[in-house]
Structure formats: structure tokens, C-alpha cells
């Protein structure tokens, strides 16, 4: 999978992430402009986290958190009170 990007609904801003390695088991990737990671977490399942590794973004319920690769379903931010609504996409090269 060359990449994932997230996409802001409340006004299409774009998130890029590439590929950055695998933890814990599966694929990792890292945003393109800032310490912030997709990953799989064991106790949270996928979720986006800073380079404090705190969380701050995860899908909505009904994606499913086991799938190998991040769900592609609404994901919900949050972050110094803020939140917003993201739709996940895959990227094909």
C-alpha cells in the first residue's frame, strides 16, 4: 500500500501519510508533515498518535479496529478541545 490520507469533511483538507514500517505487527504510517503516525495499537486498536504517542484520533464505532490496514470509515479527531470528522482513504499509485 503506498499510502493513506485523511480528508477533513468540514472544509476537504488533506492529511498524506506514507508508509513508515510496521509496529507491533502491522503496517505504519507516518503523516507527512508533522511526528504524527497511523498505527495499531494493542489496547486501542488503529488510531492516529503524536510523537508523544498519546492517541488523538480513532474510527468511529463500526470500523472495524482488527483489520490488518486502517479502516476506511469516518475517524474522529480530537485535540486541544477540538474535534472534527476525517473519511480515511487508501491511496493507489
Known amino acids: 500500500m503506498p499510502g493513506i490520507e485523511f480528508v477533513r469533511r468540514l472544509d476537504g483538507l488533506v492529511y498524506h501519510f506514507v508508509p513508515d514500517g510496521t509496529f507491533n505487527g502491522r503496517p505504519s504510517f507516518k503523516r507527512t508533515d508533522l511526528d504524527v503516525w497511523c ?8 488510531c492516529t498518535v503524536g510523537a508523544d504517542g498519546v492517541p488523538n484520533s480513532a474510527p468511529l464505532p463500526g470500523g472495524t479496529a482488527g483489520e490488518p490496514f486502517p479502516p476506511l470509515c469516518p475517524w474522529r479527531s480530537w485535540k486541544a ?5 476525517y473519511d480515511l482513504r487508501h491511496v493507489v499509485a
Not at 39 to 46: A, D, K, N, V
Not at 81 to 85: V, W
Open 39 to 46: 498505527r495499531w495499537l494493542p489496547e486501542r486498536g488503529w
Open 81 to 85: 478541545g477540538k474535534s472534527y470528522l
